[in-house]
Structure formats: structure tokens, C-alpha cells
Nanobody, 115 residues
Framework: QVQLVESGGGLVQAGESLRLSCAASGITFSMYIMRWYRQAQGKQRELVASITSRDTTNYADSLKGRFTISRDNTKNTVYLQMDSLKPEDTAVYYC?????????WGQGTQVTVSS
């Protein structure tokens, strides 16, 4: 059974940092592209960042320089380091494991940034 479990969310003040983690099981983690998405209340889910099996990264243009995605294939875990957080970063953050054939999703972790 495939599981993606996000953790690390919480309530922080503007300007602070958080690091999200997503632990995967039931897949050959190193073979999957890993992505972080977020969905703010009343808005569509948007792609935040992705990282390939070869550590090639991509970011939403608006987040470049503040967010960093990384992965540890020995721990089957992908991370999202979020710095200089803003109230508009408030959302539920989801990780996703993507291959050519399917995508798996976690349940999400809430990030709330107060002003």
C-alpha cells in the first residue's frame, strides 16, 4: 500500500521558516518525481516545487529564492524548506509522487502564516 505522509506544518509568524517533510512508503521512491503542491482556501491547487530522481528542481516563479525542495532517497523522504514566509503562503501543502503511469498524494499538512 502506497503512503505519503506529510509533516512539519504549523502556525508561524511572517518572516519565519518551516520545513515540511513527506515520507513515502510502498513505492520505489528513487524512481519517482516528487512534487509539493499547495491549496489555499477558496483557490485551486497549485504546484510549488518538484524534484526529479536526479535532483533536478523546478519552482513556481513566485516562490523562487524562498522555497527549497530536496530529497533523501535513503530515507524515502522529500522536504520543502520554506523561508521568509508570508501570510499568502497560508495553505494546505500536499506532496505527490509522480511516475509515467500514476500519481500518488498525501493527505496534506496545514501551514498558517500570521501577519
Amino acid at each position: 500500500q502506497v503512503q505519503l505522509v506529510e509533516s512539519g506544518g504549523g502556525l508561524v509568524q511572517a518572516g519565519e521558516s518551516l520545513r515540511l517533510s513527506c515520507a513515502a512508503s510502498g513505492i520505489t521512491f528513487s524512481m519517482y518525481i516528487m512534487r509539493w503542491y499547495r491549496q489555499a482556501q477558496g483557490k485551486q491547487r497549485e504546484l510549488v516545487a518538484s524534484i526529479t530522481s536526479r535532483d533536478t528542481t523546478n519552482y513556481a516563479d513566485s516562490l523562487k529564492g524562498r522555497f527549497t525542495i530536496s530529497r533523501d532517497n535513503t530515507k524515502n523522504t522529500v522536504y520543502l524548506q520554506m523561508d521568509s514566509l508570508k501570510p499568502e503562503d497560508t495553505a494546505v501543502y500536499y506532496c505527490s509522487a509522480v511516475s509515467s503511469f500514476r500519481a500518488y498524494w498525501g493527505q496534506g499538512t496545514q501551514v498558517t502564516v500570521s501577519s
